[in-house]
């Protein structure tokens, strides 16, 4: 995950180390650690792997569970974050146009069958959104083809 850079001093501290990457522990703070308590979740520190990526006006971070560098160099980063960027953005569509974070109920099966509806919803407007661009593609090329027939007629003449 990309990671804000101006709200942690550990990733502040890792840009201004010009390092290409780099390991570091979060530990959580007064409040995780009692939502995590709360919730019956862990409070262990995490240990977490830093990606440098430079871009022509800025810096950003990027953030992985991916430790081993040999298998998993930091130069192949930029290019995977790069191919993320379609299903983000499709994260985001789905976030605003079908409202999939917006539940009718606060169960786990109400929101299940929400998100699940949702799903199918966004599916069935894709296949006939396809087949209605297919149609158009193919009106378009009959319209394309008599376009060229008629002025080959005309050269004919």
Not at 84 to 92: F, V
Request: net charge positive; hydrophobic share 35%; glycine share 4%.
């Amino acid at each position: 995950m990309r990671a804000t850079t101006h709200k942690s001093t550990q990733i502040h501290d890792f840009i201004n180390s010009n390092q290409p990457e780099a390991i570091i522990t979060l530990e959580p703070n007064k409040p995780s650690l009692q939502t995590c308590q709360q919730k019956g979740l862990s409070s262990q520190p995490v240990t977490l792997r830093l990606i440098r990526v430079d871009l022509p006006n800025e810096v950003e971070v990027l953030i992985t569970n991916l430790m081993d560098s040999k298998t998993y160099p930091a130069k192949i980063f930029k290019s995977l974050y790069h191919l993320r960027w379609g299903i983000e953005e499709n994260y985001k569509r789905m976030k605003q146009w079908i409202e999939i974070e917006n539940f009718s109920g606060k169960s786990v099966l109400s929101i299940q069958q929400d998100f699940y509806a949702k799903i199918v919803a966004c599916n069935l407007s894709t296949i006939l959104a396809l087949a209605g661009q297919k149609k158009i593609r193919k009106k378009q090329s009959i319209a394309e083809g008599n376009t060229r027939l008629i002025s080959h007629k005309r050269f004919l003449k």
